[in-house]
């Protein structure tokens, strides 16, 4: 008994000890699903253990998918090989609806949203995954944010930790906050998220704000120089200061590596600084206009490389007399010649600076038009998933990519159009093995895209996007965007017919939707693109290769009579 009673004593002192300190160390783990490199997380989890914080946050997306039980194992698993406490934050691959967050609680023993102490410091956890904005959060967890925020002495440090960084998108882009205002006004240390798999870091108003960046979820290709690599976040806190370095595999990086501003500006980059027309000059010969902008002081230089391919020929393949005046544009060309199918696309290539040190690798595959001719018919299809007679004049399209715009042989996927003067008619062939009940969603508007499906994006007129899902079992999820008011209505249903089979080998998609619900008619060209999820292999195929409101443009389907 007295043994217990001294263990007790010792126990307790440290504690206090522990308490009456602010000297600490903990590490951030980012993202590890969209899509998940097991080796690459499971390496980042042993780097952590190896500094062995005094605690590890996270700043969500562990499970791929947080409904499914089995999605949780191997990251909890993982997990296990650090041995000190860690506080899970959910991302919106954990938590989609009230199911997986139970299931969240039940593996990693935290609530949704909750506080700890560690000292002369709070931390609070934020959950936005089913959120877009601070407002679109519930109403209970926004009173007791600031109920926490009031509660906190005003001089210990507070820092927050959420999934989503809205504050990219509000005080990132020169809009007002209001999160932001409420951690002004208590005094908000650092603000810590995730989800965009790359790393970036600003301060506004004496506040800290990171995006951690990918622990093993898919980014695309390593470029150093945007800080898209795997990696975590070294935390010390020392009385009120915080102290934070990020890691690359026994790297260190100092946090203002990538400002949100250089990550701004590379999709500015991407959207209006480096642009590109194709126009067909003859038969399968096309001419390519690229066009740089140089908004910098100083001249531009950089050779600009087109790679062609066993489908494209390309000449010349490269420029290397590019030299940009500052504050000015120029102009280069290239010829294309399509030799046979669409896809792999050519890739452009062009080293763009971004500022004094820092320079980005523009490296991806050209977006080129494509066109579906489709016919009219007289007899219209009865919508029940068996594909009868009247699909077979319809032309058949079964040449799709991957997100790279490389050739993605999902075998015998068939994609068919037809149309009259009320509806615009679809049918689809998805090879695979598909049993019943097998998918998820089982309701309207559920998270239909994790599971086996079709995705369709239609567009009759420029800013008016129609976005669909649709599984095996029938099951859609739509939304109608207006990008000129930057409106996203996921309470908007659409009108179509829909009904799906499943076969042996095979499941058929069917459906048909009224022009007047895409406010056009055979008359207009429709702009399109399709993606299909394979979701046993985690794999997508495109019509597009690029699944974004801006892809649609590339997608044109032409009603002929």
């Not at 926490?148 to 504050?167: G, I, Q, S, Y």
């Not at 002004?184 to 965009?196: M, P, S």
């Not at 020392?238 to 946090?255: D, K």
């Not at 579906?372 to 077979?392: A, C, K, M, N, Y």
Request: charged share 25%; with cysteine; net charge negative.
């Amino acid at each position: 008994m007295k043994r217990v009673m001294v263990t007790l004593l010792i126990s307790l002192l440290t504690a206090m000890i522990f308490c009456l300190e602010n000297n600490f160390h903990f590490a951030i783990l980012g993202d590890r699903t969209g899509t998940a490199d097991q080796e690459a997380f499971q390496k980042v989890v042993e780097d952590i253990q190896a500094l062995m914080p005094d605690f590890v946050v996270t700043v969500g997306d562990l499970a791929e998918d947080g409904s499914n039980p089995d999605d949780w194992t191997v990251p909890m698993q993982t997990m296990n090989i650090i041995n000190c406490p860690i506080y899970y934050t959910a991302g919106n691959h954990d938590i989609l609806d009230d199911d997986s967050a139970r299931l969240f609680t039940l593996n990693t023993g935290c609530q949704p949203f909750y506080s700890f102490r560690v000292q002369n410091s709070t931390f609070i956890i934020l959950d936005n995954a089913r959120a877009s904005s601070y407002e679109d959060m519930d109403l209970e967890q926004r009173q007791w944010l600031e109920k926490t925020l009031a509660e906190c002495p005003r001089d210990e440090n507070k820092f927050v930790f959420m999934h989503k960084p809205f504050w990219a998108e509000t005080i990132g882009a020169g809009r007002e906050d209001t999160i932001h205002e409420l951690f002004c006004e208590y005094n908000v240390n650092a603000v810590f998220t995730g989800h965009w798999h790359q790393y970036a870091y600003n301060i506004f108003d004496d506040i800290e704000y990171f995006i951690v960046g990918s622990s093993g979820g898919d980014f695309g290709s390593v470029d150093v120089d945007m800080g898209d690599f795997y990696q975590f976040m070294w935390c010390r806190v020392e009385e009120s200061n915080l102290y934070t370095t990020l890691i690359r595999s026994g790297n260190f990086f100092p946090r203002d590596y990538v400002t949100l501003a250089d990550l701004n500006f590379t999709r500015k980059i991407n959207r209006e600084l480096l642009t590109y027309e194709c126009h067909e000059i003859e038969s399968r010969v096309y001419e390519m206009i690229i066009k740089i902008i140089n908004p910098h002081e100083e001249e531009l230089v950089t050779p600009v490389i087109l790679l062609g391919n066993n489908v494209w020929s390309v000449s010349p393949v490269k420029d290397s007399s590019i030299v940009v005046p500052a504050k000015d544009s120029l102009s280069c060309s290239f010829l294309l010649e399509q030799n046979s199918g669409f896809y792999p696309l050519p890739r452009l290539t062009c080293d763009y600076p971004v500022r004094p040190g820092k320079t980005y690798n523009f490296n991806n595959p050209i977006l080129l038009s494509r066109e579906i001719i489709i016919p009219e018919t007289q007899i219209r299809p009865v919508i029940d998933g068996s594909l009868e007679e009247e699909w077979d004049s319809a032309p058949i399209t079964e040449e799709f990519a991957d997100d790279e715009a490389d050739l993605q042989e999902l075998t015998s996927l068939q994609l068919k159009f037809m149309y009259d003067k009320e509806f615009i008619f679809l049918s689809c062939v998805c090879p695979g093995e598909i049993s019943v009940n097998e998918c998820k969603a089982h309701n309207h508007d559920e998270s239909v895209y994790y599971d086996e499906s079709i995705g369709f994006l239609l567009a009759g007129e420029e800013n008016i996007i129609y976005q669909y899902y649709i599984n095996p079992d029938g099951i859609i999820w739509d939304m109608r965007t207006d990008l000129a008011e930057q409106e996203y209505n996921r309470d908007w249903n659409s009108q179509m017919q829909c009904s799906t089979k499943i076969d042996s080998g095979s499941w058929i998609l069917e459906i048909a939707i009224p022009w007047a619900e895409l406010g056009s008619s055979a008359l207009e060209p429709l702009y399109f693109n399709l993606r299909r999820y394979d979701q046993r292999n985690e794999r997508l195929a495109l019509f597009i290769p690029e699944w974004s409101y801006r892809s649609v443009k590339y997608g044109i389907l032409t009603c002929r009579n």
